[in-house]
């Protein structure tokens, strides 16, 4: 059996879906792996390593014969096309998103699983890749807010005056917002938070940050996730947040609703609000931006001075460890159905659809697309 | 043999009793505290057979008979000692110490009937205070023997009009009691003992199985006190000061015993009468779970070779990262091997332990990963397990359809003792309960981890 | 002895009692319990006393009951106490 | 008598010499201070804020009739020529690179203060703008450190498995070099440094990074600072780093030895044997360069996928605090000659060259340049 | 009143010298402490105008002398007492405990004189050991008086053959014991309190001024024995209970005191012979500075109201930011208000100190710049200075051309005490001396920044 | 009183002595040596006894020096004891 990993042919992509160093728990359940030459140079992976850790590496036209695709991006529908029938995808794959690949996948008979929708659940915590990239993107976050900043995170007394902290904001306080959070205090900022999660408050708290208490109403949706909220709680929050966006140096926003555009939590004057050389991090630039006027891939100068960072691709930009956790996860899905060699038996993969895991995460299977999700 | 080197070797004996005691106060000392006082008792024991005085020669009269009662006690005490279990000791120290009581109104029984019209008032009137207490120390203690060896409920015993009962008995035995000092005479000595006998019992029947261990050392610090008893009928130092050490000690530690468990002596012995019968029903559902002190932890801790911290999202809560670093420093410097075992989503982020962990400095090196330290619980002494909850919880590898059902675990059940410090019995964050916290081998230490914590670290440097 | 000698060296026993096991950690409540309870097990030295001075049957028969029930008092005391202190045998320092 | 800060003309350099923070302490003096419109801008100073402060905001040649003039910039030539006769600079203006506009202010009969030259004595502390701004260049060096690498700085135990910590490395733990250990420790990595000064192992080690021995002998120069080295004991340095530098993940290099050319500790070769996606931040780039092909301003990618990041006006990339303690060390040592107003005695300079300080910083008095130093 | 009623009182005099002692052995106790002691003495004193047997009747013989040199003593003692200052108690209590060892030979010589030759062996025993010890007690004392009030030199003072004439004198003392033990007679006793007078002087002469404490301390022992020894002769179990309770604290007290100097109690005493003269010499140069220990340093913590911590790079480099925030904290939960006084060079690189102190998670709102702390020196308690030196060296202000003249320092000499740790007396960067180590208002402790501060913690932890 | 009962008070109170104080701080080793110092001013009640006795006027001068140095002590040493401690006069708590 055959497991193939492409180039990502995304711009911005630099991921890759396997590194050499979890080849050989594939290759130990009886798997041949074959990368495409290149696959890996982003994240610090080259060819060699990959031939040295058991793979093989091949150019040109990889996929025709692949029983099994593991791919950061989803594959394009051209692609899906020319896999051959009963193959497995398994990538991000956001039925919202690329619902065109899913198409594609379907009429290909295809078997493609989708990381996003991998359940929340103890057991799948090992193969949940939206945690482990949002880890990325909010250590990400946190630096590049430090980078961008004109100012001094820490707090430092010297003999030429004492510079104050910097005073961080984080909104959203999810797997990023609280690596963010982590990430900023280690530097020395002071940091505060805000998330609709009832549960948050404890969780920013247990990070040694103080949570921002509002006298809103706690919107906590299925499987510790956020509800969307009204228009007219949005209003609200944006109010109350207000004096708290005002004196921050930097401002880190993360908030994200599952299948949903992302909520506004500010607008463009809040942001003209605040002094020059403050920084805004949205991490939901892609999804629609937490900001007004943020865009993705870019930093926005306002007229006031503040620069808005709009995150695209955010955890490539940690290419060598993005890939490290997503191979761990994607390794670990694909192990979950796989029956290894042993003896004269060879490697089968054994999709078992009562599996709440299995059946979560597959979006397509035998022709046809699987029921809503 | 003089009567002053008599004398002097009874009090030496008395010395060696004292540093017994003092010995036995500290985890270092305690074992040779014991053989002092094994010591001590040996050496008063022997030179009574060369003691002479006034209207006594050698050898001792019924030397024979002395001799072979002691060989007999010998092969009862010594066998029923070594053999029994760990677990049974409690309810074995209230059987002697019943025996010790019973032999103390005994020989206040044979001295009175000896002195006769000799005695003078005060040493009737010690005589029937022994003869009170030790019966009473007698018939307690078998009670609760009973009770702990499971012969008999362990639950309170309560009878109708009970507080009435036992008032009565307690005013008969004291009725007696002025009567034989008033009288004298053999008949109401042996029915004050018979009276005595049957407070002891109804004294201790609504206690409860919890409560018992103070009763007991209740009732060693009384037998403590006929000893001195008999030893001023007996005009013997050694009595006198050894028997006193033994009440004062015992009444205080009785005191100790019944702080640690958070209970009031008072509510110990009468609790029974004054709640209400339905709530110690209602106390009696509750699964048990085995709390410890501070001392307690750090005594493990201090005599453990191998100890696993398993930190988890509660840690972070108390932030408690610089307190733990300092415990693991300490059991260091004591020669502990000391790990963390970090399991892959303690917390509520990934990684949550590091950055906590990080952030007080402790070394990357010390830090173990699931994979890494699973298989060495086995030979790990103590899991110390600081506000995790999930994962360490068996459920997840025992309860198929648990939400945490196939989630590897840390599997700190492998290790001989394990230490939950945890405020409450409440579940983590799957809202699932968690076996191993009434497991025999597991010891909670409830509060705030940082509280507890803290107070662990002083225990531990006190040893 | 005066009754005053007694009670001074009652007085002053009771202080070295309480002081002595004051500072206790509840770990060492039971042996400590238990060793204290071997100790008043002396009251053996008593009873050999009185058999001594026993003249009839009966209390001979009460002194030579009391002598092994003292005996079991205090050896098997001190033994079990032994017992519960072996963990504390010292495997370092 | 009139202070002015006019406009920094050289490109990229984003500080301001006085923020409007200080202003009131030369007011207080009895000072005019006179600010070239804009002259803030980059370090999110406005002109409102100034005449807020106090100061007044003028366009067009303000130098003509300046009495001190304060920038961090040397003024050009040109500039120098413009002043009145007697008045006073105080800027970086170092004997070595800013001879032109030295000579220029001899000519022109200014008093130029050299802030690179001010004695470092204990009293001088809150006038030495050196370390003052190193501070910003070592934390700075951090930042863009774990910015630019593919990898996480701290260690994360994760379901998806366990990311090992960054390896980072100083070399040269003056000022800035032992910010840079502090602000990497912070983030969680492993931090090692070296250093010739023999006071320096303890200096490391307080801050909690481990400090690499090697046999070589320690180099103490003048003023605790270093001296420079033969190249023969350069290359044998090299050669025992070069085991350190295999295993790094990021390496900062900040080594100095005033008036001399950076020390190159780094050759082409070491840099090639080192892993990609390394990262190299060079502070040393406008120097000559610790490393062999650092480009000051620019990130070099070499062949093996290594980058060096050169460092260029470091401190401005910092230019809101730069600015901040800048400032203060300037005005502090203006406040050294300056005798406050006082009843009706008017504000006057008062030049004591028997004073340490200023016999140390001034370059040029009375039309002259002053001994060499 | 009864002789039983009397001993009973003084019992309970006893008893109160008992709780006394445990009083004063704890800072939170110790006042109410003295005060039960003195309660104790009052009483004991007050009864025995009441007090009668076979050979005595009320009022006592001689009232009017007894009371008339009662209000002696006490126009003597009190007013002394209450008005000696702080720094020169410990010579009044040498004074004191001297005067008490003579009454102590004068009762045994008085009881002497009148038992004449009804003496028991064993009573002529006892009073010659108490007049001995009595009056080595007496002169040794005075001899330590004027050594602490300066009236002679403080140094050992050493004679040539010094030793054989102390053993020479101890022997005369030692035979006209015998002496007087086997022939009896007023003369040979009078020539024993000569002889041991003499020794007392001897013995106290060659100890060094450090060293005095310790001897004084000695001295209250022996005093302390007398006095039991007077209880033997004179039949009184209060005297006997009270003596041996100070002898045995005392003699414990002499060993903490030596221990915690640093000493041992044979080099104290005997020292001044082994040691060369020469180096008695040279350590008489060195200018003296006050050390303490960490049981010093937490009391003082624990009474202040205001503390500013000064850290410095000594901090930096033992790595104890964690144990110091845990100092901080502890101080603030006993309600201390508590700053962290941050000298902008402290260290060495701008912000060291903030880069630790955020390590250990210290609130910035407790850390407060050197213009903001300043001013507040002069309302604060204690200023612990933790590893740091140039910052705080006042040279800086007071002695232009040193190195650092002109910094501006955290102005620590205007606390009310000033605490150093640090491990020697060595001087910081700048290598200047810093002339507030010599200060009378500051202490030393000397150690590893993190080991000082550890045992500083647990010793707070302790009050 | 018999010497074997003297004897056991003496140990006795050797006991309770040592236990009382071996845990003292050494901050209050000085308080605690005075008020040592002043409990054997009890001497005071020895020099009454004697100065009861005294016949002669050799004996009557020795025991009223002995009253007068006793007074000294102990009444001398409560109250420079009590001033000792005036620092821990707690401020709070
Ligand atoms: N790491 C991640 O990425 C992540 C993200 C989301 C969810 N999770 C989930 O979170 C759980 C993590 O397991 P865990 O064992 O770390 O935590 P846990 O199962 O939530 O247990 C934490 C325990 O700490 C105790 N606690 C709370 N505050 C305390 C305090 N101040 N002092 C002492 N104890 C305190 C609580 O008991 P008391 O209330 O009795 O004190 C609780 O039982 C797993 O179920 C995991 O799936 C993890
Ligand atoms: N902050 C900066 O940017 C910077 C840069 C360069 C130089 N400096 C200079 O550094 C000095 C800083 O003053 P400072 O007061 O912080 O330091 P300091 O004057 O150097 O004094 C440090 C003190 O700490 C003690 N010490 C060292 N290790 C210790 C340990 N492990 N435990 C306990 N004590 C220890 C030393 O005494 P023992 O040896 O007796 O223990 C020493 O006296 C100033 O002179 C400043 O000018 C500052
Ligand atoms: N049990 C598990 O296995 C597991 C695994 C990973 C994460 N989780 C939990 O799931 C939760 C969400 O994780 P995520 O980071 O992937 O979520 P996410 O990326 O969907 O959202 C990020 C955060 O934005 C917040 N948010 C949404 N709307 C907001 C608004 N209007 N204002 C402010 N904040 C808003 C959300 O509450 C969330 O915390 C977290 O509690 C996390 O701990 C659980
Ligand atoms: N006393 C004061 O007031 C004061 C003030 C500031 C700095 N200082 C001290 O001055 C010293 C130097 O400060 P700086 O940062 O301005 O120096 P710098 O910028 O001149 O040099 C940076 C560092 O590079 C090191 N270096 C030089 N050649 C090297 C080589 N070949 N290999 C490795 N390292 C090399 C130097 O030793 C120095 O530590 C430091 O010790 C600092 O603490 C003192």
Redesign the interface.
């Known amino acids: 059996m055959r497991v193939v990993v492409p180039r990502e042919i995304k711009d911005g992509e630099k991921r890759v879906a396997l590194v050499p160093d979890v080849i050989n728990k594939l290759t130990r359940l009886g798997l041949d792996v074959v990368i495409e030459s290149g696959a890996g140079v982003y994240s610090q992976a080259t060819d060699a390593d990959f031939t040295a850790a058991g793979a093989t590496v091949k150019s040109g036209d990889v996929l025709n014969d692949a029983d099994v695709v593991l791919s950061v991006q989803p594959l394009s529908p051209q692609q899906m096309a020319t896999l051959k029938k009963g193959a497995i995808t398994i990538s991000f794959l956001s039925p919202v998103t690329a619902a065109d690949s899913i198409d594609a996948a379907a009429s290909a008979g295809v078997t493609a699983f989708s990381l996003e929708l991998v359940p929340r659940i103890s057991r799948a915590q090992s193969m949940d890749a939206l945690t482990s990239q949002a880890l990325c993107a909010g250590y990400r976050a946190a630096v590049v807010g430090a980078e961008l900043s004109p100012r001094f995170f820490p707090m430092l007394m010297t003999a030429a005056g004492t510079v104050t902290p910097a005073q961080v904001l984080v909104l959203g306080a999810g797997v990023a917002g609280l690596q963010a959070i982590a990430t900023a205090r280690r530097l020395g900022a002071v940091v505060s938070a805000y998330d609709v999660r009832p549960a948050s408050a404890d969780e920013v708290r247990s990070m040694g940050a103080a949570f921002i208490e509002l006298e809103l109403e706690a919107l906590e949706g299925a499987g510790g996730y956020a509800r969307e909220m009204t228009e007219e709680r949005a209003a609200k929050q944006r109010e109350l947040l207000t004096p708290y966006i005002a004196k921050s140096h930097v401002v880190i926003t993360t908030a994200a609703v599952p299948g949903r555009q992302a909520p506004r939590l500010m607008t463009q004057a809040m942001v003209d609000s605040m002094a020059p050389g403050t920084i805004i991090v949205d991490l939901a630039a892609e999804t629609g931006g937490n900001v007004e006027g943020s865009k993705p891939g870019e930093i926005v100068e306002t007229a006031g001075g503040v620069r808005i960072w709009g995150g695209k691709d955010v955890p490539s930009q940690l290419p060598f460890h993005a890939s490290f956790l997503y191979s761990r996860n994607v390794v670990n899905l694909l192990s979950l159905f796989t029956t290894p060699a042993k003896d004269d038996q060879k490697v089968a993969f054994n999709l078992d659809f009562e599996d709440e895991i299995i059946n979560g995460a597959a979006v397509t299977h035998a022709g046809a697309r699987r029921g809503a999700k | 043999m003089s009567h002053?080197l008599y004398?002097?070797i009874g009090?030496a004996?008395?010395?060696a009793?004292?540093l017994?005691?003092?010995g036995?106060?500290?985890?270092?000392t305690?074992?040779r505290?014991?053989?002092i006082?094994?010591f001590?008792?040996s050496l008063?024991?022997l030179v009574?057979?060369f003691h002479t005085n006034e209207d006594?020669s050698l050898p001792?009269?019924?030397l024979g008979?002395?001799l072979?009662?002691?060989a007999?006690?010998?092969v009862?005490?010594?066998p029923?000692?070594?053999k029994?279990q760990m677990t049974q000791?409690?309810q074995?120290?209230a059987l002697?110490?019943g025996?010790?009581g019973?032999?103390?109104a005994?020989?206040a029984?044979?001295?009175y009937?000896?002195l006769g019209d000799k005695a003078t008032t005060?040493e009737v009137i010690f005589t029937v205070f022994t003869v009170i207490v030790g019966c009473v120390s007698f018939s307690g203690s078998i009670i609760t023997f009973m009770k702990l060896q499971e012969l008999m409920t362990t639950r309170p015993v309560i009878f109708p009009a009970g507080r009435f009962i036992i008032a009565a008995t307690l005013v008969s035995v004291l009725g007696v009691g002025g009567w034989v000092v008033n009288s004298l005479g053999t008949t109401p000595l042996l029915i004050l003992a018979g009276l005595s006998l049957l407070f002891g019992i109804l004294f201790v029947l609504p206690v409860g199985g919890a409560d018992v261990?103070i009763v007991?050392?209740l009732l060693?610090a009384f037998?403590?006190l006929?000893?001195?008893a008999?030893?001023?009928v007996?005009?013997?130092?050694?009595?006198?000061?050894?028997?006193?050490?033994?009440?004062?000690?015992?009444?205080?530690?009785t005191r100790?015993?019944a702080e640690?468990m958070g209970r009031s002596l008072f509510g110990t012995l009468f609790g029974a009468f004054t709640a209400k019968p339905q709530d110690a029903a209602a106390a009696g559902e509750e699964r048990p779970v085995r709390s410890?002190?501070p001392?307690?932890v750090?005594?493990?801790l201090n005599?453990a070779?191998r100890v696993v911290i398993v930190p988890g999202?509660g840690l972070?809560?108390a932030?408690a990262q610089?307190t733990v670093?300092?415990l693991a420093d300490l059991m260091i410097s004591?020669?502990i091997d000391v790990a963390y075992g970090?399991h892959?989503?303690a917390?509520?982020?990934?990684?949550?332990?590091?950055?906590l962990l990080?952030?007080?400095?402790v070394p990357?090196d010390q830090?173990a990963?699931m994979d890494e330290v699973n298989p060495t619980f086995g030979q790990t002494d103590v899991a110390i397990v600081i506000g995790a909850n999930?994962v360490v919880n068996p459920a997840?590898q025992t309860t198929p359809g648990c939400?945490?059902?196939?989630?590897p675990i840390l599997e700190v059940n492998h290790a001989a003792n394990i230490i939950f410090l945890k405020r409450s019995m409440r579940p983590g964050f799957?809202g699932i309960e968690n076996e191993l916290l009434y497991d025999p081998k597991t010891m909670l230490l409830f509060g705030d981890a940082k509280a507890s914590l803290t107070k662990v670290v002083?225990?531990l440097?006190?040893? | 002895m005066e009754p005053m000698a007694i009670v001074s060296i009652f007085v002053l026993a009771v202080f070295v009692g309480f002081e002595v096991v004051s500072k206790v950690s509840s770990t060492l409540h039971t042996p400590l319990m238990s060793g204290a309870n071997a100790i008043h097990g002396v009251i053996l030295v008593g009873a050999i006393i009185v058999a001594d001075h026993s003249t009839t049957n009966l209390e001979l028969g009460l002194s030579v009951t009391a002598i092994i029930l003292a005996t079991i008092n205090m050896v098997g005391g001190f033994v079990v106490t032994d017992r519960m202190l072996e963990m504390f045998k010292g495997n370092k320092k």
């Open positions: 002053t004398d002097l009090l004996a008395g010395v009793f004292i017994a005691l003092k036995l106060s500290h985890p270092k305690a074992r505290g014991n053989l006082g094994a001590g008792a008063a024991t009574v057979f006594s001792l009269n019924n008979w002395i072979g009662a002691i007999i006690g010998l009862i005490g010594v029923a000692a070594r029994v000791m409690p074995l120290v002697f110490n025996v010790g019973g032999a103390a005994l020989v029984i044979v001295e009937l000896n005060a261990p007991i050392s060693n037998t403590g006929t000893v001195a008999s030893g001023y007996l005009d013997s130092t050694l009595l006198i000061i050894a028997g006193t050490l033994v009440g004062a000690s015992g009444t205080i530690l100790l015993m640690a410890g002190s001392d307690d750090a005594i493990l005599y070779r999202f972070a809560v932030q610089h670093r300092e004591k020669g970090i892959p989503v917390g509520r982020m990934p990684g949550h332990m590091n950055v990080a952030e007080a400095n990357y830090l990963e999930d997840a939400p945490i059902y196939g989630m799957a002083s225990a440097k006190a040893l």
